[in-house]
């Protein structure tokens, strides 16, 4: 849902525009550069999710799975890529 709104940002500005309402935040750079972070964590979130699932998932495949989505979360940290940031509980 949240690639898709991301994808037409442009046409729901004009269809809000038709509409005579103002929607400032589709044209602030700072709010589409954080929505877009968010929709990529999003879509790396439901990867992960998926990989997760299934009935011969295997421990430690999970774990090394997991373990990879941490470094993506403390790589993107140290990038300072905004307010989206994955919590790692200070580890």
Not at 3 to 31: G, H, N, W, Y
Not at 74 to 88: C, D, E, H, V, Y
Request: hydrophobic share 45%.
């Amino acid at each position: 849902m949240l690639q898709r709104f991301f994808e037409l940002r442009q046409e729901i500005a004009l269809f809000m525009a038709m509409k005579d309402k103002d929607v400032p935040q589709l044209s602030d750079p700072t709010f589409l550069s954080d929505q877009a972070f968010l929709t990529d964590i999003t879509q790396h979130l439901n990867t992960l999710n998926l990989q997760l699932q299934g009935p011969k998932q295997v421990i430690i495949l999970m774990y090394d799975c997991i373990k990879s989505f941490k470094f993506v979360g403390k790589t993107a940290r140290s990038w300072q890529l905004g307010p989206f940031l994955i919590s790692s509980g200070g580890k």
